[in-house]
């Protein structure tokens, strides 16, 4: 009895582990390795090409762009570059990665790209960059004035730092500019370029503040510019302002390059420089996204999994992987619900079938087969043969049934039919000949039973199987296995009545109420 | 949330549905639970090759003393089948059964000839090349579990006592008991019907006699579930009804958990007219029809001898310790 004890507590934590492993490697996928759990099924990634183009003077030629970094919001997947003849280097210069084009000898236009696919996602490990001092700056008079007498009237109207730079920023965006502000324009018609100012009249306010540049994400956008955005350090976080309009907050696919007032683009030994960006979105599923980004950072769950596989056997995999679920739908239908079937795991066989046929059809061809199969039995069983020989002539049987079938349905323009080839042969063999004897046995009732009961869960498993969802899930987590190995261990523990047996004892409850 | 529990209930009455609940109170045995907790529990596997094969179980029984329908031949090959003329030539009334069969399937039951034919229990002729076809459907494995090669056995038929002539259609009743770590547990009767085609079989209509176990007078009898007071073909009434030879058939049931160490074990007997009580076959997977044609649910007495300190104890002291604890409830009311 100990024993016995002891083996159910052994049993319960393998379960309780089992089930736990499934559903904790699923979350971790889902929400470390974003791999999706249902619904949407594709995500965005953004194609961006920076095009470097610049007229070269005979001799050494050198360019260099500003490249992105890995950003807390925004996933780089790839990157590449494109350039005939030049040699790439890529250089870390203050903390911004640089691509270094050079060439020894070029003459006349170079075009020079660079490419970089990447996919906002956010929830990504944050970046830490605090502000770097900064002195004071003081303006030329009489703007140095102004700037102080502008200042002191925003420092009145705000709060803290953001506060500050929005109400600085709506000041210079009114549409009737005040007496200091217009003065302050004065130099940007000078030549200095107003995030400049924005940037010196924020140093000037003790408020740490840079400039960034970036890309207004939209699809189909072709020589695009790189827009300058400022950046106002409010004490534990960059807040994102849009010079132009006043607007606070992380632009909505504002994709960041460059953090910092450094040039965008230097060309040596070339004149008329230019940059320009194009950009492209793409639909792609995100399950091979994750996948990519999971291969990349060699997660061990990815590389050791049948992702790994050639992708025929990724595809063999997906059906195979459906079986449990079929296999959970029979012991649910005979260990809680007391089902009969004919063969115990013959319906989940039927229902891969039908995965392929469709389930109407499938239930036509399948019925139909063995009902003219059954008839043929029944001439064979007159004759005196052998038990196995008259088993393989029942398979002999079923297939020139599939070939007739298929040859008929085909030239009546039923091309639905075609698919009875999918249906096991072998099996449906064994079907004819159970059948056969039950029918014999127990007569056609017990055979309608049990016909139905395979077919019901057959049925069931179908429907199941082929839910988009139920795919999803065992596919890109076949670690579920684990649970589901854990529920049918857990099934197999199961004591309790089957629904059908609250139906079978009713009368022997009423009998035993009665005499009391 | 009374009104509720009785909404349901009153609806749960409609259509013939119970509760677990009630199930529980009743004590009945589930599927699921007599697998789980009997069957696997008490019968190790490497044991139930002993009362699969029914040759094996009738020699085993013959050595332990036990009493059996007797063997005539065994049929082992297919090229045997041409001996069977001669075999079959003196005998009148045979059975032929697979060896490995279950649920009395593929069992021919000849009650008599008729020139070159045989008459089946049923009635209807047989030819002898049917009889062969037979055979060699048995050894090809037809009745089998898995389909393996079987043997057919042929025994001595039952000479069925007169004295169960009016409860059974054709067919010849017989006796199961249930014996659970050697004590019996439970027992019924079942006769065979028109609508049974003259089997002994509870699912296709034959009638179950619950038996009291202290005295194998009947309890209550079910057909097809219901509750039947008469047999529907002689109209015999059941209330009637007492096993003779009570006692030897539950020491023969008794001793077969010695024969075969089995610790769930079902028992079918018949009452022959001239030897009494022989044992059939034996079942290491026991239906749970027998507490319906008790109306009783079997695992309190399960539980009972579960309990009990010791289990050892000659065949004679567990036959009386069953015929005092589980005797019917409803001689005491």
């Known amino acids: ?516 | 949330m009374a009104w509720l529990s009785s909404l349901v209930n009153a609806a749960l009455e409609k259509c013939a549905v119970t509760t677990p609940a009630q199930l529980r109170a009743t004590g009945i045995l589930s599927m699921n639970c007599r697998n789980l907790n009997y069957i696997s529990r008490y019968n190790p596997r490497h044991l139930l090759p002993l009362v699969d094969d029914k040759l094996t179980t009738k020699r085993m029984a013959e050595k332990a003393g036990v009493e059996v329908p007797k063997l005539i031949a065994v049929i082992e090959y297919q090229s045997d089948i041409r001996n069977l003329k001669s075999i079959l030539a003196p005998l009148q009334q045979f059975v032929i059964k697979p060896a490995k069969g279950s649920g009395g399937k593929g069992i021919l039951v000849i009650t008599g000839r008729d020139g070159e034919h045989f008459i089946k229990a049923s009635g209807d002729s047989l030819s002898f090349d049917a009889i062969s076809r037979d055979v060699s459907n048995i050894l090809g494995g037809l009745y089998s579990l898995g389909g393996k090669t079987d043997l057919a056995v042929i025994e001595s038929l039952i000479q069925a006592d007169p004295i169960f002539n009016d409860y059974s259609f054709e067919g010849v009743p017989d006796i199961r008991v249930i014996v659970f770590r050697g004590f019996p547990v439970m027992a019924m009767m079942r006769l065979a019907t028109r609508a049974s085609d003259g089997k002994a079989n509870l699912h296709q209509g034959a009638v179950g006699v619950g038996l009291d176990i202290a005295t194998g007078h009947s309890l209550r009898s079910v057909q097809r579930g219901q509750p039947v007071r008469q047999h529907p073909d002689t109209g015999h009434d059941f209330t009637a009804l007492k096993v003779p030879h009570w006692h030897k058939i539950l020491s023969l049931s008794a001793a077969c958990f010695e024969m075969t160490h089995l610790g769930y074990l079902g028992v079918d007997l018949v009452l022959d007219r001239n030897l009494g009580p022989l044992i059939l076959e034996l079942n290491a997977r026991p239906g749970l029809a027998i507490q319906i044609a008790n109306g009783q649910g079997i695992e309190p007495r399960l539980k009972t001898i579960e309990a009990l300190r010791q289990h050892d104890l000659p065949i004679a002291e567990r036959v009386a310790f069953s015929q005092k604890h589980f005797e019917a409830l409803t001689s005491e009311s």
């Open chain 1, 1 to 516: 009895m100990r024993e016995t004890m002891k083996g159910r507590f052994q049993l319960g934590v393998m379960i309780t582990l089992l089930i736990l492993a499934g559903l904790g490697l699923t979350l971790y996928k889902h929400f470390v390795l974003g791999f999706p759990l249902l619904g949407k099924d594709t995500s965005t990634v953004w194609s961006i090409e920076a095009w470097v183009s610049f007229k070269a003077q005979g001799g050494t030629a050198q360019a260099s762009l500003t490249l992105p970094d890995q950003q807390s919001d925004v996933w780089i997947m790839d990157e590449s570059f494109a350039s005939p003849g030049y040699g790439i280097n890529q250089i870390n210069d203050g903390g911004q990665r640089r691509a270094v084009w050079s060439i020894r000898k070029a003459n006349g236009r170079q075009d020079l790209f660079y490419k970089v696919r990447l996919r906002q996602q956010p929830g990504g490990p944050t970046v830490n960059d605090q502000p770097e001092p900064f002195i004071t700056p003081v303006l030329p008079e009489p703007y140095q004035t102004a700037a102080q007498s502008l200042l002191n009237t925003v420092t009145e109207g705000s709060a803290d730092a953001s506060s500050f730079a929005g109400t600085l920023l709506s000041h210079f965006n009114a549409s009737k500019p005040d007496q200091n502000v217009n003065m302050l324009l004065g130099m940007v018609e000078e030549g200095v370029k107003a995030p400049d100012l924005l940037i010196n009249l924020l140093h000037m306010a003790n408020i740490p503040a840079r400039i960034v540049r970036g890309l207004q994400l939209e699809d189909g956008r072709r020589r695009q510019p790189i827009v300058d955005m400022i950046e106002v350090y409010d004490g534990e976080n960059w807040q994102l302002f849009d010079p132009r309009t006043g607007q606070s907050g992380n632009a909505e696919n504002f994709f960041l390059w460059q953090r910092g007032a450094k040039s965008l683009l230097d060309v040596m030994g070339g004149i008329n420089s230019d940059v320009n960006f194009s950009i492209i979105s793409q639909q792609i599923p995100t399950r091979e996204l994750a996948l990519t980004q999971a291969t990349q950072e060699q997660a061990a769950l990815i590389d050791f999994s049948i992702y790994a596989l050639p992708l025929e056997a990724q595809n063999a995999f997906k059906i195979i992987l459906l079986i449990p679920i079929g296999v959970l739908v029979v012991l649910f239908m005979r260990i809680i619900v007391g089902l009969r079937t004919s063969g115990t795991f013959m319906p989940v066989l039927i229902a891969m079938a039908f995965l392929q046929t469709q389930l109407l059809p499938g239930l036509v061809i399948f019925i139909s087969l063995v009902s003219i199969g059954l008839w043929i039995r029944s001439f064979l069983s007159q004759q005196n043969m052998l038990l196995v020989a008259r088993l393989g002539a029942v398979i002999i049987v079923v297939i020139l049934l599939m070939a007739a079938m298929s040859i008929l349905s085909w030239k009546l323009g039923i091309t639905q039919a075609l698919t009875v080839t999918f249906f096991p042969m072998i099996i449906l063999a064994w079907t004819i000949e159970r059948m056969s004897i039950l029918w014999e046995e127990e007569g056609p009732g017990d055979v309608l039973k049990e016909g139905g009961g395979s077919l019901l869960v057959a049925t069931l498993s179908y429907l199941l199987m082929s839910s988009r969802i139920v795919e999803q899930l065992t596919f890109n987590f076949p670690e579920l296995m684990l649970t589901l190995l854990g529920i049918v261990l857990l099934l197999g523990q199961y004591t309790g009545y089957r629904l059908l047996e609250l139906k079978r004892f009713y009368p022997l409850v009423r009998a035993a109420r009665q005499p009391r």
